[in-house]
């Protein structure tokens, strides 16, 4: 596994693929299927052909203002014609995404609920969606499909403990689902991005028998990751659609193929100075065609099918007004042709995708350099949250110097806490230094509140130790979280020496107990099955 950019950069995106037949051949994928494939067969070694699914399809509709759940990737409709096989999946000893990884389309069907307390049960052999004239499935509202439930603390299924506690201090920071749902990215402190695949047995409800999960790609950087995201259209069926980016220290930009986990191209920026300089941000427009990296109060954006040093550059800075410090996190409205830009000067400014002008400049209402921020799915509220900041403030686009009202969560160091919304947008989970999850119900805020703080619905004990990452799955009640933090010993402890003992836990936080690992949740109604795991007790 290389971590230099020299693979792939002199080649395009979508043809970079290797011939099917050495050792570097595409996983193990199901054939293509017509338009009745069955839904609930096993293969023959005995795991769940949930890969024989309708292909997502590639358009999503922009939400409407009160859509509900219908707004961002919950919609699945079912594809028009029967699914292509990919020209590179063929079946190979290769260990590196088992036969789980084609699972990609097939969790879309499984997220279909039967209205009831749970999902629809695995279908007979033989027995197929229905189907209208064109090739689209019926299925219920997408409240129904989703079916997130925090009446109740979620319950954890299992996780990823061992591959972290090899390295001390192999904290990790942050998990990202995939746009298919079919397996999750995260990054930890010895720069290592790792995939990990969907335990077959929770589409069947087999949770009494969940392993560890453990990943079937290790992508390493040569530096400290900066920041890192799936490519918006990605689908395990279409292999060209199958890569992420990522931005390390002192490195160029890497795209990395989510098959085989190499490099695939490199987009290099270069300062005034004619010197590679490391993004800090990365963030794919919502069709995927361009790359927003953010800089010292620059925007450089890149054509995804155009690797190299190319880019447009859109500073932040014009005639000493607009936006100052480095772009820390980016989002894109997915109604207008807009997007939002947060920066360490602890403020957040409105762009246009055209040519990059600046249209409002938020006020600095932040403690902190801003970290993380995301729009709602009707496009009406931006939400913003910083480090060490004890906040996340949403804020009425429509009056951008009025916070409509905020949300309390402990962030108690320089760390990237991250947050997420729901499909429907009216959840919004997140971490803390502590090791909580809060929920809050957006819908409960007064539309018209002018900076009232907002209780959360739910509060529950996910980790041990910092909970830095939380993601929400695109269709199914499945929680990801991330946990850990740099441990510093204190240097007042003192075992002779009950005094100083009692000085020292005056002086210096009580040590945390680490706890570096990745958890998935279940967050939907709980069956009349019993289910396997165990939950964290608050």
Request: glycine share 10%.
């Amino acid at each position: 596994m290389s971590d230099s950019a020299g693979g792939g950069e002199s080649s395009g995106v979508s043809g970079s693929w290797q011939d099917g037949n050495g050792e570097g051949d595409a996983p193990h994928q199901a054939p293509a299927m017509p338009e009745g494939d069955i839904l609930g067969g096993t293969s023959e070694e005995g795991v769940p052909s949930s890969a024989k699914r309708p292909r997502v399809s590639e358009e999503e509709p922009c939400p409407e203002p009160g859509a509900g759940a219908d707004a961002t990737h919950g919609e699945r409709p079912a594809q028009t014609g029967p699914p292509q096989e990919d020209p590179a999946a063929q079946e190979t000893g290769q260990p590196v995404h088992s036969e789980e990884m084609p699972l990609s389309a097939g969790v879309e069907e499984e997220g279909h609920q039967d209205g009831s307390d749970g999902y629809e049960a695995p279908r007979e052999e033989g027995e197929t969606k229905p189907q209208d004239h064109d090739g689209s499935a019926e299925s219920p509202g997408e409240e129904q499909r989703l079916g997130l439930d925090f009446s109740q603390n979620p319950q954890m299924l299992t996780g990823s403990w061992t591959e972290h506690s090899n390295l001390p201090e192999n904290y990790l920071k942050g998990c990202k689902w995939a746009p298919d749902g079919t397996c999750i990215l995260t990054n930890s402190a010895d720069n290592v991005l790792r995939v990990y695949n969907i335990p077959p047995e929770i589409y069947s409800y087999n949770w009494d028998s969940l392993p560890e999960m453990s990943p079937v790609l290790r992508m390493a950087e040569g530096d400290t990751v900066y920041d890192y995201c799936w490519y918006p259209k990605m689908s395990s069926l279409d292999a060209d659609t199958c890569f992420l980016a990522s931005s390390s220290r002192d490195n160029p930009v890497h795209l990395w193929d989510a098959f085989y986990g190499e490099v695939r191209a490199s987009y290099r920026p270069y300062n005034h100075l004619d010197e590679l300089t490391a993004a800090h941000s990365l963030c794919f427009s919502p069709d995927g065609t361009q790359l927003y990296c953010g800089f010292d109060k620059t925007v450089r954006v890149f054509y995804t099918e155009r690797p190299g040093r190319d880019c447009e550059e859109r500073p932040t800075i014009v005639k000493k007004q607009g936006q100052s410090g480095i772009i820390s996190c980016f989002g894109f409205s997915p109604c207008q042709s807009v997007y939002a830009c947060g920066s360490y000067s602890r403020c957040a400014g409105l762009y246009s995708c055209q040519d990059g002008t600046l249209l409002a400049l938020l006020p600095t209402r932040h403690h902190g350099g801003l970290t993380h921020l995301l729009f709602s799915p009707d496009g009406h509220y931006l939400y913003t949250g910083g480090r060490k900041d004890p906040e996340i403030l949403c804020w009425d686009l429509r009056e951008p110097d009025k916070v409509v009202f905020s949300l309390k969560r402990n962030v108690a160091t320089n760390q990237r806490i991250y947050f997420d919304l729901d499909p429907s947008g009216r959840y919004l989970l997140s971490g803390d230094t502590d090791g909580m999850v809060s929920v809050w119900d957006t819908q409960t805020a007064p539309p018209d509140g002018d900076e009232e703080l907002l209780q959360p619905q739910l509060s529950f004990q996910a980790h041990w130790d910092c909970t830095n990452g939380i993601s929400v799955h695109p269709f199914m009640p499945l929680l990801a979280t991330s946990s850990g933090q740099r441990q510093f010993p204190s240097p007042g402890e003192s075992e002779g020496d009950s005094a100083s003992e009692g000085e020292g836990a005056e002086m210096w936080p009580k040590k945390t107990r680490q706890d570096n690992a990745l958890s998935l949740w279940w967050a939907g109604p709980l069956g009349s099955q019993e289910q396997g795991g165990e939950e964290v007790e608050t």
